[in-house]
């Protein structure tokens, strides 16, 4: 099977602007989380969804936001960029049903640096 | 939220030998996962062992064993026989029974040396 795919491996962007990260989960997965990895704060969890709604969502600003399709591929997308924004975003898929806790698969990540 | 401890952010160990890297974790909850990640310098985050806190029985896979203590709230990782793969951070994580939502420690560093 194939893993966790992240699109686009690398972005840059400048301040003000918005990005939009594209995350294809392990075929059958149903289940789409997001991290967001930085020096500082290490991997903090962002939100997930199941089945085209959010299940989850971390202490993230409303500049973050997702939306998942119903083949289970995930968007997010962050608006009005700051600088401590910068950082690796990983995705990871499960099979989790609704109410379970399921091992995670994770992508390569996208790292986005804002400048 | 939940927290999750790692000491020891760096590591060096000769390559067979063992290391052993500890994660303690604060909950009042009964039901809950254990996990232990590995990121190498590629960044792709992997799965190294997963312990479900009803099983007192503690997990292995080949040479990554861990010791969980529940009692404590400590879930080490130890790793035989060290190889040159295995230099990469290593993270321990928490989820709630039924619940998807991964808290991570801040890593330890793990550098095998030839």
């Known amino acids: 099977k194939a893993g966790v795919t992240q699109t686009p491996r690398y972005l840059i962007k400048t301040r003000g602007q918005q990005v939009t990260l594209s995350c294809s989960p392990i075929?059958?997965?149903?289940?789409v989380s997001w991290y967001q990895q930085t020096p500082g704060q290490g991997l903090q969890f962002l939100f997930e969804?199941?089945?085209?709604?959010?299940?989850n969502k971390g202490n993230f600003p409303g500049r973050f936001s997702g939306r998942q399709f119903s083949n289970s591929r995930s968007e997010m997308n962050v608006s009005t960029l700051e600088l401590g924004d910068s950082a690796l975003y990983l995705c990871?898929?499960?099979?989790?049903?609704?109410?379970?806790?399921?091992?995670?698969?994770f992508g390569p990540g996208t790292r986005l640096t804002v400048l | 939220a939940q927290t999750v401890t790692q000491s020891q952010p760096e590591m060096s160990v000769q390559e067979a030998e063992t290391v052993t890297l500890s994660c303690t974790y604060d909950?009042?909850?009964?039901?809950?996962?254990l996990f232990w990640y590995k990121q190498p310098p590629s960044r792709q985050m992997i799965l190294v062992i997963r312990q479900e806190a009803y099983k007192q029985q503690n997990a292995t896979e080949n040479r990554f064993s861990v010791n969980f203590q529940k009692a404590a709230k400590s879930f080490s990782l130890k790793i035989s026989d060290s190889q040159l793969g295995d230099t990469a951070m290593y993270f321990c994580?928490?989820?709630?029974?039924?619940?998807?939502?991964?808290?991570f420690g801040k890593g330890n560093q793990v550098v095998v040396i030839p």
């Open positions: 969804y199941f089945s085209e709604t959010q299940r």
């Open positions: 909950t009042s909850e009964n039901n809950y996962y």
């Open positions: 994580a928490f989820a709630y029974y039924g619940n998807n939502r991964l808290a």
């Open positions: 990871a898929s499960s099979l989790a049903g609704a109410s379970s806790t399921d091992t995670q698969y």
């Open positions: 075929s059958g997965h149903r289940s």
